[in-house]
């Protein structure tokens, strides 16, 4: 018995879509899983081929943290001699 494959179709109304892409290299029937962290890319299980997304995925993508300095006043090595 296979695997449900519920979130591969969109159905709205009458109309019948895929969300997700074909692997160009396997053909028709594999589909390419979706990673949306750390980078957005797409890739295959069966045979490795991966591709970036063409447009960056901002509502799950995490804000970047500001650099942080050094935590408080250190003296330095030539200073306390």
Do not use: N
Request: hydrophobic share 30%; net charge positive; glycine share 12%.
């Amino acid at each position: 018995m296979g695997k449900a494959r519920t979130g591969f179709y969109s159905v709205k109304g009458d109309a019948f879509t895929r969300t997700h892409t074909f692997c160009p290299k396997c053909g028709p029937g594999v589909v390419l899983a979706i990673h949306r962290t750390p980078t957005a890319r797409r890739s295959c299980g069966k045979c490795g081929y991966s591709e970036a997304e063409k447009a960056p995925v901002a509502a799950s993508a995490k804000p970047e943290k500001p650099a942080r300095g050094p935590k408080g006043p250190r003296a330095s090595p030539a200073a306390s001699t």
